[in-house]
């Protein structure tokens, strides 16, 4: 980051900068071809609001007519697990944000969905999304061909309570394929320490 990003203040380098990714060759002429990267950053400043992060970075991928095993015990669907649901903040509408990365999905297959606790999450990109989320469109970008989706949890809807540590979630396709890389759970806290970054790693085969 320090190579790549531009210096901030005290000398301290945010992650600011323009990434780019080269030396790859790829052919997005085939309906079997996909070419997308997504990078991660995470970082702390006074003058960010306190979230807690929860990364789960597992490459899974999903055949035809599948509810992805997501836990891998050998059952369709799975747990998201090892977070904890805070307390709401005052005037906050959402209790949580889900970002999921997904590739190779295609919007000419519909039949795929993803749903937290049995609700089918929207994408933001199109209204039948419902039905057709990995749609290889993401919100606020132009290029076809990878889904960077996140999907809006709010307090009203009851999927998720303060002190949740688990959650159902089915990810389900009919004709489509496609690779989940990574999901990112995001929460806001009240709680904010300076300079200071804590986030948790989890894998789908995770108890």
């Known amino acids: 980051m320090r190579t790549f990003s531009a210096e901030g203040d005290g000398g301290k380098h945010p992650g600011n900068g323009t990434y780019t990714v080269g030396g790859v060759d790829a052919d997005t002429e085939d309906e079997w071809a996909y070419a997308g990267w997504s990078l991660i950053i995470i970082y702390t400043s006074p003058e960010t609001a306190g979230h807690q992060l929860y ?25 998201l697990s090892g977070f904890l649901v805070p307390a709401p903040i005052a005037g906050e509408t959402n209790a949580a944000t889900m970002t999921c990365f997904v590739t190779e999905g295609d919007d000419y297959y519909n039949g795929d969905y993803i749903a937290l606790n049995d609700t089918k999450l929207w994408d933001g990109t199109e209204g039948e999304s419902l039905n057709d989320v990995w ?70 085969s995770d108890p």
């Open 55 to 79: 990364l789960y970075d597992n490459f899974l991928y999903c055949n035809h007519d599948t509810n992805l095993d997501f836990d891998s015990d050998g059952e369709p669907g799975g747990l």
């Open 135 to 204: 749609n290889g469109q993401s919100v606020d970008m132009t290029a076809d061909g990878v889904d960077v989706d996140t999907f809006y949890i709010t307090w009203i809807s009851g999927l998720l309570e303060t002190g949740d540590t688990s959650a159902q979630i089915d990810i389900v396709t009919d004709i489509d394929i496609w690779n989940l890389v990574y999901i990112i759970l995001s929460f806001r806290s009240e709680i904010t320490t300076s300079d200071a970054v804590t986030y948790s790693i989890g894998y789908a």
